[in-house]
């Protein structure tokens, strides 16, 4: 991989405020549990998801087009080369990738998915549904684990596992918002299984009893990967652990608030409350330290070439892990953010 050409510091605390500011308003309960990782991994992360969210929405409103996406490659491959374009995210990006040794292959994958969200996809088999989700977001969940200084093909794995898990969430939860805008991920031969012709439930979507057997079967399927993302969560560095714990819990919650909807996600939408939120960020924080790794499990198929191409990278350089100073950040965190969602809970905030 060619190295850095710029001096990665480049990518300013302007910069990183402006990511910061991205996931404050694009996605609210991470940017919760993102404030109990420890200071330098949240600023890295804030950087991470503004590319990706940067990346999805240039496909988005280039309306799919090869032009959009071929765009976005080559501002990958100048990040990836240290000559980025001169815009935050894509410093961020160009600063983590080298930092981290990610390798191109790995952002190159999530690109590949947004492409197939724009190229309006569908998924006929659970495993072919899965080889989305691990582009779409176990990428992510490998790039988090990679800066995290953590590289085991056991964490990996179980990275890319809790990933797919949130991605599947998210299906499940907005089965009915996609519908309305002609998209559809719940595989067919499920719907077929359970009396419903894809097709002709698009054209019309209703919460029927054959939708409601679908969305309970892929929060199970869900379900069964954030069991064994939690052995993967406890390798991870100690002050990290109570972020991913957090995030993880609160997308579980939100499966359930689906079930609690008896599985209509298509006239519902589940929500967390804020509440429940702060209760779920202080179970996490207690939660933790009790976490035990497990024997080794086998990757998901589908995630498989995102460790291979790790494997084959350069290695990163090592750095310390201050896990007792990472613990003391993530204290004082949690209790700024109990602060914020109580207040917000009152005053509507």
Request: proline share 5%; net charge neutral; aromatic share 6%.
């Amino acid at each position: 991989m060619p190295r850095f050409l710029f001096d990665p510091s480049l990518a300013s605390l302007s910069d990183h405020a402006e990511c910061r500011d991205a996931i404050r308003i694009g996605s609210r309960s991470f940017y919760a549990a993102s404030r109990l990782l420890p200071a330098v991994v949240r600023r890295r992360a804030f950087g991470l998801y503004a590319f990706c969210r940067l990346s999805d929405d240039a496909i988005d409103l280039g309306g799919g087009s090869i032009d959009a996406l071929e765009r976005l490659r080559d501002r990958l491959a100048r990040a990836s080369e240290g000559r980025p374009l001169p815009h935050a995210a894509d410093r961020a990006m160009a600063d983590l990738m080298d930092r981290y040794a990610i390798p191109r292959a790995v952002p190159e994958a999530l690109l590949e998915g947004f492409a197939w969200d724009a190229e309006g996809r569908t998924y006929e088999t659970l495993d072919d549904l899965l080889d989305y989700a691990a582009r779409v977001a176990g990428t992510v969940g490998v790039m988090m684990a990679l800066m995290m200084n953590e590289r085991s093909a056991e964490a990996l794995a179980r990275a890319c596992d809790l990933g797919v898990a949130m991605q599947l969430t998210n299906i499940a939860r907005d089965v009915g918002e996609d519908a309305r805008l002609g998209r559809l991920y719940l595989p067919k031969a499920w719907m077929r299984e359970a009396g419903v012709a894809p097709e002709g439930w698009l054209m019309n979507p209703s919460a029927c009893d054959g939708i409601r057997l679908v969305v309970a079967r892929l929060l199970d399927a869900a379900q069964r990967l954030y069991s064994g993302a939690r052995a993967g969560i406890a390798i991870l560095p100690a002050g990290c652990r109570p972020a991913i714990l957090a995030a993880a819990l609160v997308y579980e919650e939100i499966g359930r608030e689906v079930e609690r909807n008896a599985y209509d996600s298509v006239t519902q939408r589940a929500r967390v409350s804020r509440t429940r939120k702060l209760q779920l960020l202080a179970r996490s924080l207690a939660a933790a330290p009790l976490l035990q790794s497990e024997a080794p499990a086998p990757a998901l198929d589908c995630s498989r070439f995102l460790l291979e191409a790790v494997a084959n990278g350069r290695p990163a350089p090592k750095r310390p892990r201050r896990a007792t100073e990472d613990w003391r950040g993530s204290l004082v965190a949690v209790l700024e953010t109990f602060e914020r969602l109580q207040r917000a809970e009152r005053f509507g905030d």
